[in-house]
Structure formats: structure tokens, C-alpha cells
């Protein structure tokens, strides 16, 4: 067991997308552009609906997948295609938007807290263009791992031997939503073939010897196998999330991520065509 070392630490740079929605963006800024295969990382958490009413209106993808994680609130999606589904408190959706797909995110709910997150993870030149699908996970399909103080929940990868619901993904993706007692310690296994980062979302935790607040992204090296977690006296609740890199250059503007500028310009040109979905 060899522990991973610290890249960087830094806090969420608070932002806003889609009709207006408040979020803090930790990965996909200028302090860490993309962490290979991931490219971005957005929280959104407001009890104000005036943050999120708006939601996310019908908009284009294509060249990679969206994973949104809600832990307080609804979200209605649609898509181009007939698509619909509700993401409940607890649920998770993995949309691959591979050729393309146009589709919206909208809150189902009037006031209340609405919270989670949405990652964007690249696809492989192979698999940019192949259908689009959606994994929607209800809560209840994602096991948990009980440990000495705390639980784990297992959306994709494995942890004593189970597995989460999300497979089919090229970058053989983990995410772990671990809940850890005050003072509680923990040891995650990640392999040294995945990039990998934590992202504390409520209370503190220390990696090493370095305290982190809620709100930072925490991105590690790729020099070791594990990566000791403890919570602080509060307690602490993070996400873990690795993948194995692509390797392959990124051509990345607004709503599509490709390998070329060729690619690039194709899929404005198919949008404005009617030619994405």
C-alpha cells in the first residue's frame, strides 16, 4: 500500500451556467482545466430558488458524458429524442452523449433546497461518435458499504467486493460518496492506472497532513495505490473520483469536446443543421 501524493488543493471558483443556475466550479477552470479523463466539476447547492429555477434549457453535447449526482431536490431531463426522467434526492444519471444529443435539466420543485453535482468526463476518439444513452440510477439500486464509522455508496467501481450499478464507461470510472464520522480515518483504494481526485462537500477532512475544507478539489498524483482519508471533528462527506486517462488531444469549445478542430467545427455546423439528434 503506497500512499498518493497531494498535485494541488484549491476552493471551488463560484460561477454561474445554464439559465442563470449559481454553482462553484472546482475542475474545468483556469487552476485545473481537466484532470484526464475528467474535464469539469460543478456544485450546485442553494436553498434560494431564485440560484436554480431557472435550471438548464435545452442544450447541445457531444463527445463525452455528463454524470449528474443529486442529493437534495428534483431534476426533470428531456431530451431530442423522447428521452424523460426524474433524478430524485439520491439519484445519479450517467448520459453518454456520444454522436450528440440536445436535452434540458430542469428543477421539478418551487422552493426547497436543490443540491448536487454535475462531471463531464471525456470519451475516447472511438466512442465520440457512437449513440447516445443514459444510466439513471435510482437510489435504491446504489449499494453501500458499511465501515467502523461511516458508509461508503458505491456508484461505479468496487469496494470489498461491490460494485456499483454505472458499467459500459471506456475509463473504467470510480465514484465514491463517502460519509465519515469526527475523527474517523479511512483508506481508499485507487489503482495507480486511474487519475483520481476528492472533493469534501460537507465538513473537513485531511489527506496526509493537509486539512481541506468543504468546497476544495483535491487532486492527487499518480504515484501510489491508496489514499488515506480522515474526517475532521465534525465529520466529513466527499466525493472520491478516478478514471483511467485517455491520453488522446482535446479540442473542447462550449458544449462539445473532440479531438480535432475539424471535429469541432463539424458538430457547430451539424447543430445549427438539425443534424445532432
Do not use: C
Amino acid at each position: 500500500m503506497t500512499q498518493r501524493s497531494i498535485e494541488t488543493v484549491f476552493r471551488a471558483i463560484p460561477t454561474s451556467d445554464g439559465a442563470g443556475v449559481r454553482l462553484a466550479r472546482s475542475l474545468g477552470t483556469p487552476k485545473l482545466p481537466a484532470l484526464d479523463p475528467f474535464l469539469m466539476l460543478d456544485e450546485f447547492r442553494s436553498d434560494n430558488p431564485g440560484d436554480y429555477i431557472a435550471g438548464f434549457p435545452s442544450h447541445p453535447h457531444r463527445g463525452f458524458e455528463t454524470v449528474t449526482i443529486m442529493l437534495a431536490g428534483s431534476m426533470q431531463h428531456k431530451d431530442s429524442v423522447g428521452n424523460t426522467g426524474d433524478l430524485s434526492a439520491g439519484s445519479v444519471q450517467w448520459m453518454t452523449a456520444g454522436r450528440g444529443i440536445i436535452h434540458s435539466e430542469m428543477p421539478q420543485q418551487v422552493d426547497g433546497l436543490m443540491w448536487g453535482f454535475q462531471l463531464w468526463v471525456n470519451l475516447p476518439a472511438k466512442d465520440k461518435m457512437v449513440e447516445p444513452r443514459y444510466q439513471d440510477i435510482d437510489p435504491s439500486e446504489i449499494p453501500t458499504v458499511d465501515i467502523p464509522e461511516g458508509s461508503v455508496r458505491v456508484l461505479a467501481g468496487t469496494m470489498k467486493d461491490v460494485t456499483g450499478p454505472i458499467g459500459g464507461v471506456a475509463t473504467d470510472p470510480i465514484l465514491f460518496d463517502v460519509t465519515l464520522e469526527a475523527g474517523a480515518s479511512l483508506d481508499l483504494a485507487v489503482p495507480e492506472t486511474h487519475n483520481a481526485f476528492l472533493y469534501p462537500f460537507v465538513g473537513a477532512a485531511t489527506f496526509g497532513d493537509q486539512r481541506v475544507e468543504r468546497g476544495h478539489i483535491v487532486a492527487t498524483r499518480r504515484d501510489g495505490d491508496t489514499v488515506t482519508v480522515t474526517a475532521s471533528d465534525e465529520g466529513a462527506r466527499l466525493l472520491l473520483v478516478a478514471g483511467i486517462p485517455i491520453g488522446e488531444p482535446i479540442a473542447r469549445y462550449g458544449p462539445f469536446v473532440m479531438n480535432t478542430e475539424a471535429e469541432l467545427v463539424k458538430a457547430f455546423e451539424d447543430y445549427r443543421a438539425g443534424r445532432l439528434a
